[in-house]
């Protein structure tokens, strides 16, 4: 008996006794602990005061059905990472394809066997606890990285606002021109600040958006943006921000991508801000994109200091890279919202890089295509 897999609590829905009772004596006899139901409804309050690692639940059932329970629990955070299996005849095809849009985790046709019934419990308990162990890992990587940066981010430009801020204070005999350049010190260390709480605020959001499956489905198909309108305008002020004008060597067309406006001009200001920060005055970035059947390919390529293999392997949430050598502002938020935010609309992201020489960002997402 494997103790590390069993000794779990599993949930039995199922309206049907025989069913229910032989399902109930095999995983029992297997070292788990169970816990049954005879309808939706009661397993509903059932899963809310047991708290089970896997639910087994029939589909048609009276009070409340099996897609309609998933859906309950669904909607519920602290449900939504518990793996869900349907048990269904086979007469339930349309009703199956329903409750795995929902998210279901697997499914048993009546009649199954004992070995059946084993393997597929085994199986999502196992990825549960890989996929728990994964995110305490993210978790703690991110943690770690918080640590490590946000006390930098913050007191750097907080220690402009407050030193120049005083001067001012306490100093009423400077020059204009100082008093001109202390400010526009103060409003870039503000904007900088700002930029740093606004990159958390939409981190976060995203997490918990990533794990809606139904929301993620909403969101790749509820606008569609025209790439050059958004990313002419983004390259002309980012040519401004940082003081290289004709830097940027735009060569794109205005293709029709699946992914709205603000989303997608979240993406290109990072990685065009990006380019420009880590690269030379007086070399260039160049971005085009191609079509490459029903998705666009958008390529930003720049002459820049370049990153190694094992940092474009090691971009998460809060991971900065040669801090001591390089001063990086932002808390290295900025490739990991791009990242989920691409992730989320179906698409890609590619970083090519080779060190001291350049890098090259492709990040694919879907094309509207033409009905």
Do not use: W
């Amino acid at each position: 008996m494997d103790h590390e897999i069993t000794s779990q609590k599993i949930l039995v829905i199922d309206d049907e006794e025989n069913y229910r009772d032989i399902i109930t004596m095999t995983l029992e006899f297997s070292g788990y602990e169970v816990f049954k139901a005879t309808n939706g409804l009661d397993g509903l309050a059932a899963a809310k005061m047991h708290r089970p690692d896997v639910i087994l639940c029939d589909i048609n059932m009276p009070k409340m059905d099996g897609i309609t329970l998933l859906g309950a629990l669904k909607e519920e955070p602290e449900f939504a990472g518990i793996p869900f299996i349907f048990l269904t005849g086979n007469s339930g095809t349309a009703d199956m394809r329903k409750g795995m849009q929902l998210g279901a985790d697997d499914y048993l046709t009546k009649p199954f066997t004992t070995e059946e019934l084993l393997s597929a419990v085994k199986t999502r308990l196992i990825k549960k606890r890989s996929l728990h162990e994964y995110y305490k890992t993210q978790f703690d990587d991110i943690k770690s990285n918080i640590l490590q940066s946000l006390p930098h981010e913050f007191r750097t430009p907080l220690n402009s606002i407050l030193g120049f801020s005083q001067m001012l204070m306490e100093e009423s005999n400077f020059p204009p021109e100082e008093v001109q350049e202390m400010g526009a010190l103060i409003n870039k260390s503000g904007h900088r600040l700002h930029h740093l709480l606004e990159n958390m605020v939409l981190f976060g959001q995203l997490q918990f958006l990533m794990k809606d499956r139904e929301k993620m489905e909403k969101v790749r198909h509820e606008s569609a943006t025209p790439l050059l309108e958004v990313i002419r305008p983004i390259s002309e002020k980012q040519m401004v921000t940082h003081e290289r004008t004709e830097a940027i060597q735009l060569s794109c067309n205005n293709t029709l991508v699946q992914i709205s406006s603000i989303r997608l001009t979240k993406i290109m200001e990072e990685i065009i801000d990006n380019a420009l920060k880590f690269s030379m005055a007086g070399t260039t970035v160049q971005i085009s994109n191609e079509e490459n059947g029903p998705t666009v390919l958008i390529k930003i390529k720049d002459e820049g200091r370049g990153m190694s293999e094992e940092q474009i392997k090691k971009i998460s949430a809060f991971q900065q890279f040669e801090r001591d050598y390089y001063e990086q502002q932002g808390a290295g938020l900025g490739l990991a919202i791009v990242k989920t935010l691409v992730e989320l609309h179906n698409g890609r992201l590619i970083i090519e890089s080779v060190e001291n020489t350049g890098t090259t960002v492709t990040i694919s997402l879907p094309k509207v295509m033409d009905n």
